[in-house]
């Protein structure tokens, strides 16, 4: 299928237009066109190489809604003209453990990603969403629930699934007391889908600046992490902490707030940390751990679960031709708090 998007060229190149083929559709698979597609910070760091497993030219995008417009001879989950979702993982081995249980994240030959993996059959590169269309297996093809805001609902295909499959882990509901680091794509997600599964949430923040917004998410509070006295009293308040930070940062101020049997989580980080003190782990059966996405039975769950109690990410709508000022943008945090490019604008950007 001859397609059409925007792609990286190389780490320093803006991205720009790009005509390619996707696959025939095998008996398995689904055709979308995608109508919505999140900008997620992966999207940037694989532009620009940040991880080492960029080719190019390579087209970003993980967080994609769409509506089928063909399917294979063997679909029966889907036909033409359904909504649907596809996220940061297109195939795993669906053979081991894990992949049998639903956890094909965790798949232990690796997850299949939506762009920059390798297809499991014919081998060649994958590319994502900011694109005209996407040949998808129906097993990793998500349905859309009724009522749900399509115009809205890509960013839960990332920054949705990786706060909520933890929250699901550990067990989060009514009586939890979760508290949250940064308030940014991740986090706002993690602090709505806290509050509606029944927790009690703050938010833990370096200043009080964002006390408003943290409010307004549904947080019953703001931590400020630099008041020492403020976090001293916080200590053994939490039962789990969602780590949303995308940089290297010290441990040591929050652990302390964990109580017994408690979990600090990063989901944020990807690469090296700080060096923290084991003391608070030791002296309080605390731990630290880390989480991806979730598979594909818990991201429908998340789908669900969303259009049920109407939640949604806070969305600023682009242009297909502002992706690299987006870019720019959520390099600064300058976004509140999940880019999502309209691709109907794609025709014309791309001519």
């Known amino acids: ?11 320093d190149s803006p991205l720009a237009p790009y005509t390619f083929e996707r696959r025939e559709l095998r008996p398995d698979d689904v055709a979308l066109e995608i109508l919505y597609c999140g900008v997620c910070h992966s999207d940037l760091h694989t532009a620009r190489n940040d991880w080492g497993m960029s080719y190019y030219p390579i087209v970003p995008g993980h967080e994609i809604v769409g509506r089928v417009i063909e399917t ?16 940061c993982m297109v195939d795993s ?22 762009y920059s993996g390798h297809d499991r059959i014919s081998g060649e590169p994958t590319q994502g969403g900011y694109a005209k269309h996407l040949v998808v297996s129906e097993a990793f093809c998500l349905h859309m629930p009724e009522g749900l805001d399509l115009a809205k609902a890509a960013p839960l295909l990332c920054a949705g ?13 009514s009586g939890s007391r979760v508290g949250v680091i940064g308030l940014g794509g991740l986090g706002h997600m993690a602090v ?23 409010l307004a998410l549904g947080a019953a509070r703001l931590l400020v992490s630099a008041d020492e006295g403020a976090m001293a009293e916080a200590a053994g ?4 902490i969602i780590d949303t930070v995308p940089a290297k940062h010290d441990l040591d101020p929050y652990l302390p707030l964990l109580d017994v049997d408690g979990t600090l989580v990063i989901v944020g980080q990807l690469g090296p940390m700080s060096d923290f003190s084991t003391v608070p782990l030791l002296s309080g059966r605390r731990r630290v751990a880390g989480s991806p996405i979730g598979g594909i039975r818990e991201t429908q ?11 949604l990410p806070d969305c600023e709508m682009i242009r297909m031709d502002q992706i690299n000022e987006a870019f720019e943008r959520m390099e600064k945090a300058d976004v509140r708090y999940r880019f999502v490019i309209d691709m109907a604008s794609l025709s014309a950007a791309a001519a």
Not at 72 to 87: H, M, R, S
Not at 163 to 173: C, D, E, I, M
Not at 237 to 240: A, E, G, M, T
């Open 192 to 214: 709505k889908l806290a509050v509606g599964l029944g927790a009690e949430v703050t938010v833990l923040s370096r200043s009080a600046d964002k006390r408003a917004d943290a």
């Open 93 to 114: 081995c669906r053979e081991c453990d894990q992949c049998r249980k639903g956890d094909e994240q965790l798949c232990r030959q690796g997850p299949i990603y939506t």
């Open 72 to 87: 294979g001879t063997q679909v029966t989950g889907f036909k033409a003209g359904d909504y649907v979702a596809v996220g």
């Open 237 to 240: 308040s939490f039962d789990l």
């Open 1 to 11: 299928m001859n397609t059409f998007g925007y792609a990286a060229y190389s780490t």
């Open 301 to 311: 769950e998340l789908l669900d679960f969303c259009a049920k109690k109407n939640i």
């Open 161 to 173: 699934i990786t706060t909520y499959s933890p929250l699901r882990t550990w067990n989060v509901g």
